[in-house]
């Protein structure tokens, strides 16, 4: 079976830092495209970087140049570097595997292989 678990949630202050890590098991990272999402309440489900297996990175205009998304081959794992949180980054975030890195209506989506999520808590 395949499942991937975050973790590193939690709370910070506006301009804080925080690290998202997203390990798997199952199946091997780097043959495939993985991604970070998120969803605060009332909002859809939110692609905001999207690691290929090519190697590309792509991030939404809301976070590029705050976050790093990486591949650790050795560790089956993926990290999301949050620098200069905003209050605006409050949401609930997940990471999941064999997605396009468009938008869903809802986190987990119906498509790929998603983790549980971690709660991302971001204060002014």
């Known amino acids: 079976a395949q499942h991937l678990v975050e973790s590193g949630g939690g709370s910070v202050q506006a301009g804080g830092s925080l690290r998202l890590s997203c390990t798997g098991s199952g199946f091997a990272f780097d043959g495939s495209d993985m991604g970070w999402y998120r969803q605060a309440p009332g909002t859809e489900c939110e692609s905001i970087s999207v690691?290929?297996?090519?190697?590309?990175?792509n991030y939404a205009e809301s976070v590029k140049g705050r976050f790093a998304n990486s591949l650790d081959n050795a560790k089956n794992t993926v990290n999301l570097q949050m620098n200069n949180l905003k209050p605006e980054d409050t949401a609930m975030y997940y990471c999941?595997?064999?997605?396009?890195?468009?938008?869903?209506?809802?986190?987990?989506?119906?498509?790929?292989?998603w983790g549980q999520g971690t709660q991302v808590t971001v204060s002014s």
């Open positions: 999941a595997a064999a997605v396009r890195g468009t938008n869903y209506p809802a986190c987990p989506a119906a498509v790929g292989v």
């Open positions: 690691l290929r297996s090519d190697g590309r990175i």
